[in-house]
């Protein structure tokens, strides 16, 4: 909204100019979004603990984690507010783009607050049944994706699945697509749920894929660079950069609460919303396939459990000491903060190595 007073004051005054750069705009986005987190941080978690709105820690989990029952959760709410205000002050709300992507994760966001309700009103970790989760994200993912085929319209990358690392090999999955498209917003915000096991883990992971995928939206929204680089152009895709921005300053306002040893944990009302949030910006840049480089950290988390899972199963026997994987290494003898900062350094490797996709094909 901000963007829009700003440009219809430009005439008047020559600086409201430079609010016509995305770049400029997901600068502020940023630390707007890190100054309200970290203002209403505070006030969200002492609302929590009156409300006595505590996480409920599994009983299989490390016995170290005992510990933190008690613990405020549902923290994602600041996430998702400081996203929003953040958001609705910079970018453009005329863009459907934006729209989509809000729609997208405060949707998967309302999936995860009603599961942490019913946690917290039950007064353990037993929320939604797993079926009636993966139906409402189903649900979700699908009509997300047709929007992502509606807003397009006749683009000729509407339906097509880009390949990373080479310039024409592609996929014209039709309408296809769709179902493709909502299977990559369900199994990134299940990845990014099954990494939030540890302080600071699943968001510090999740504001590098954010800043990476504001990157590519960039990109893909700025013709001339993405006709150099040979990825596909869409047009409006800047404007989700700045929403993609405004994710790192929540994210960061939100480690500032959550890093060892945590006052609030986000729930999922925040992971999920997350992953969801990271997926739409990938879907919208016709990056799917990159996600899977970019959030490699949480494929190898939710690989963890597929195969710990199917291992039990077909052999009775477990591949890792517990899954997911971050639970391994902590029973392995790493510190919880070893084990955060090290999985920060592979997503950060992850991350650096989407981007490299931009230039090697």
Not at 177 to 199: E, H, K, R
Not at 289 to 308: D, H, R, T
């Amino acid at each position: 909204m901000l963007y829009l007073l700003a440009w219809q004051l430009r005439d008047l005054w020559s600086p409201f100019n430079v609010f016509r750069y995305i770049t400029f705009r997901s600068a502020l986005a940023v630390v707007t979004a890190l100054l309200v987190g970290l203002w209403l941080g505070p006030r969200l978690i002492d609302r929590l603990r009156r409300l006595a709105i505590r996480q409920a820690v599994r009983e299989e989990g490390p016995a170290s984690h005992r510990a933190k029952s008690g613990t405020p959760t549902m923290g994602g709410l600041l996430i998702l507010f400081s996203v929003t205000v953040a958001a609705l002050l910079f970018a453009d709300p005329t863009e459907p783009w934006v729209w989509v992507a809000f729609g997208t994760t405060l949707a998967f966001g309302g999936i995860g607050f009603l599961d942490d309700w019913l946690k917290v009103k039950r007064g353990k970790n037993l929320g939604l049944r797993a079926w009636e989760k993966m139906a409402l994200q189903l649900a979700a993912g699908l009509t997300a994706a047709g929007m992502v085929r509606l807003v397009a319209g006749h683009a000729t990358h509407g339906g097509m699945l880009y390949v990373p690392f080479f310039k024409n090999v592609q996929l014209d999955l039709g309408w296809w697509y769709i179902p493709f498209a909502a299977m990559v917003l369900v199994a990134c915000s299940n990845a990014v749920n099954l990494t939030d096991g540890l302080d600071g883990l699943a968001i510090g992971s999740s504001l590098l894929a954010s800043g990476t995928f504001a990157v590519f939206c960039y990109v893909a929204g700025h013709a001339r660079i993405a006709q150099y680089l040979q990825v596909p152009a869409v047009a409006g895709a800047g404007e989700v950069a700045v929403f993609c921005a405004a994710l790192v300053g929540a994210g960061l306002a939100f480690l500032w609460f959550n890093c060892h040893p945590a006052q609030v944990f986000m729930g999922d009302v925040g992971s999920l919303s997350l992953g969801a949030a990271i997926g739409i910006a990938a879907v919208i840049a016709k990056q799917e396939l990159a996600l899977a480089i970019v959030g490699g950290l949480f494929v190898a988390e939710a690989a963890s459990v597929i195969l710990q899972v199917a291992s039990f199963q077909l052999r009775g026997k477990r591949v890792f000491r517990m899954s997911p994987l971050h639970h391994h290494f902590e029973l392995s003898g790493w510190a919880e903060t070893q084990v955060v900062v090290r999985f920060w350094i592979v997503a950060a490797m992850c991350a650096l190595a989407g981007l490299a996709t931009l230039k090697l094909r």
